[in-house]
């Protein structure tokens, strides 16, 4: 499975764009970029996939590179409530591929008032 | 509401004492997994199910049983736990393996071992 590596941590003004991004060299072509975050101790959240388009949806957007080598979450307007680790994970895809998620350490990102 | 459920939400034991923690999903999802999560080691996958009675171990599976008798179910057993096991534990599913799908999560077991 391809690894990711993200920033260890970012600060963001509220209201501001939040830019995380996520590098992922060893991307393979059925590999998914996939998002997620955990708020304190939660379980962690989805927020958001793609392959290699451009995605958005209510809670953010993906920018995948061309060459599928990075990508980037933005979360359009921070608010506080956004402050919590986000993790970059890439997944197989494919029928019969093992599911096996891999979670790195993400970056915890802190919206500032 | 499509939901995964673990219980209990906080477990304080003593080593050497077997425990079971639930976990359980509304949504007919094929694969469940196990995630332990300690500071500095971020979410680990402990072990893995695709299906009824198909289980796999994940990166830290020692000291830990799973069963997947039924689709919606998948326990956690603990035959004896010690001081090391103390950790966050997360139960995740989602639809089926190799599809693009999202995992849910469950809300957490916080497990303490003296």
């Known amino acids: 499975d391809a690894k990711t590596t993200q920033p260890p941590s970012m600060d963001c003004a509220e209201g501001r764009a939040a830019n995380l991004p996520c590098n992922h060299s060893?991307?393979?072509?059925?590999?998914?970029v996939y998002w997620y975050r955990q708020i304190h101790s939660q379980g962690p959240q989805y927020i958001i996939h793609?392959?290699?388009n451009n995605e958005t949806n209510e809670m953010a957007s993906l920018i995948i590179t061309e060459d599928r080598k990075s990508s980037t979450l933005i979360l359009p307007h921070a608010t506080l409530r956004d402050t919590a680790v986000y993790y970059c994970?890439?997944?197989?895809?494919?029928?019969?591929?093992?599911?096996?998620?891999?979670f790195g350490p993400g970056t915890s990102l802190s919206v500032i008032p | 509401e499509a939901q995964v459920t673990q219980n209990p939400r906080y477990l304080i034991t003593v080593t050497g004492k077997k425990l079971t923690v639930t976990c359980s999903q509304n949504?007919?999802?094929?694969?469940m997994s196990w995630y332990r999560q300690d500071p500095g080691l971020g979410l680990r996958q402990i072990y893995y199910?695709?299906?009824?009675?198909?289980?796999d171990k994940g990166d830290v599976p020692e000291g830990y049983k799973v069963s997947r008798k039924e689709k919606r179910n998948f326990p956690l057993i603990l035959e004896s736990p010690s001081p090391n096991q103390t950790s966050l534990y997360f139960c995740?599913?989602?639809?089926?393996?190799?599809?693009?799908?999202?995992?849910?999560f469950g809300q957490g077991t916080r497990l303490t071992v003296v």
């Open positions: 199910s695709m299906n009824v009675e198909v289980t």
């Open positions: 995740a599913s989602s639809l089926g393996t190799g599809l693009n799908t999202e995992a849910f």
């Open positions: 060893t991307i393979s072509g059925n590999e998914y």
């Open positions: 793609g392959l290699k």
């Open positions: 949504m007919n999802h094929e694969y």
């Open positions: 994970i890439v997944r197989p895809s494919g029928i019969g591929s093992y599911d096996k998620v891999i």
